[in-house]
Each structure stands twice: as structure tokens, then as C-alpha cells.
């Protein structure tokens, strides 16, 4: 008799393991691939104040593949590949016209003047001296922002003016310290548009101090 408890004992010892695998089997199967829900929080970028010694990295983007490098031993960017290119003095200037076949025939077009001025001040004093003897002393040109930002991995500072001169311009200048030689990049055209925008963002982003 009691062999016959224990027989029975063992068998439903036995059902209960089997019971208890079979719903974990089942459990598996219902979760097996099941992820859950990835949250995704909103990026916002840190905005810098006029004036202030912070600044930020640009956000990085891929430049258009129908631009082209400008190299010398110094410096490199990209830049649409249609555009002309001429060399003046310690500047480089690219248009997005044939200054051989109009010269002056800028309307509506684009211009990229690169240069290098060599200079014992500091950045923040440069750019202040700049601006108030380019922009503020003049009368037919307005200052609309300025801020901190980076040009080929060096702390630059961002300048944005208007002038009512040859019809009215735009013009987004970044200037940026290398040792003694301080260099601009500064963007010119009749309006400060999406496409004047999405090429001078494409310049600074692809610029590097070699």
C-alpha cells in the first residue's frame, strides 16, 4: 500500500513538471521577438547669447556630392562645382557666375571670399574692431546677429549684416583664429534665403585647417 502512494505520488509529481514546462514553452513563444517600444526624446541643440564666450559645434551634415575641395597647404573646403574660381592677393574668391564673361554680373548670384589677415589681437577684439568699422560706422549697413560657433575644429565667431549698397546684400561672414593669421569665410548675396543658407552651412561644415 504504501509503495502504490508512492507510485502515485511520483506520477503526479511528474504531470506537474511537465505541466509547468509546457506553459513556460508557451510563454517563450508568445514573447519570443517582442521589443518594446523604444521611447525617443526630442534633441534640443544648446542656443549660444550675442557676446557670450561659449560656443557650439556646428551639427554635422553630408555636404552635396556635386560640390568640389578647394586644397592649398593650409586649409581645404568644398564648394558648389560649377561655380568660378580666381585668386587675389592672401584671397580666394569663388562666384557662382563667369566673372571672365560678366564681370560684376552678380544679380542674384552667390559670392565666397576666403582670406587671411595676420594680426596680434585676439579673436573677440578682432571681430568688435571689424564690425564697428565695416558695419556700424555705415550707415547703409545693418548688424543682425552675431554668435559663437566653430570654423575647422577652432573657436570662430558668426557675423550676419545687411547693406543697402549694389541693391542690397546679405552677407554671413565666420571668422576663426590660427595662430597669428585670422581667417574669414564670408558668403554675399541679394537675399539671405533656404538655398544661401544651405551653402554657406555646406562650407563651414566642410572646412579644415590642414
Request: proline letters at 4%; charged letters at 20%.
Amino acid at each position: 500500500m504504501q509503495k502504490r502512494k508512492r507510485t502515485r505520488s511520483s506520477i503526479f509529481g511528474i504531470i506537474f513538471i511537465i505541466v509547468l514546462a509546457a506553459a513556460g514553452g508557451l510563454v517563450i513563444y508568445l514573447t519570443a521577438g517582442f521589443e518594446p517600444e523604444a521611447k525617443y526624446e526630442p534633441v534640443v541643440l544648446p542656443q549660444t547669447e550675442a557676446g557670450t564666450g561659449d560656443f557650439i559645434a556646428d551639427a554635422e551634415e553630408e555636404v552635396p556630392m556635386d560640390w568640389t575641395e578647394f586644397r592649398d597647404e593650409k586649409i581645404s573646403f568644398k564648394y558648389p562645382d560649377n561655380w568660378f574660381f580666381q585668386e587675389q592677393g592672401d584671397f580666394l574668391i569663388f562666384t557662382s557666375w563667369d566673372p571672365m564673361a560678366n564681370p560684376g554680373a552678380g544679380a542674384g548670384g552667390l559670392e565666397l571670399i576666403v582670406g587671411k589677415v595676420k594680426t596680434d589681437l585676439s579673436l573677440e577684439q578682432y571681430v568688435s574692431d571689424y564690425i564697428n568699422e565695416n558695419v556700424n560706422s555705415d550707415p547703409s549697413y545693418s548688424l543682425l546677429g552675431r554668435s559663437q560657433r566653430v570654423l575647422g575644429g577652432q573657436p570662430a565667431i558668426l557675423a550676419q549684416s545687411t547693406t543697402a549698397l549694389e541693391g542690397g546684400k546679405a552677407i554671413q561672414s565666420i571668422f576663426a583664429l590660427r595662430g597669428n593669421e585670422l581667417w574669414s569665410v564670408d558668403l554675399v548675396g541679394q537675399i539671405l534665403n533656404e538655398e544661401f543658407q544651405e551653402v554657406f552651412d555646406g562650407i563651414v561644415e566642410s572646412f579644415s585647417f590642414l
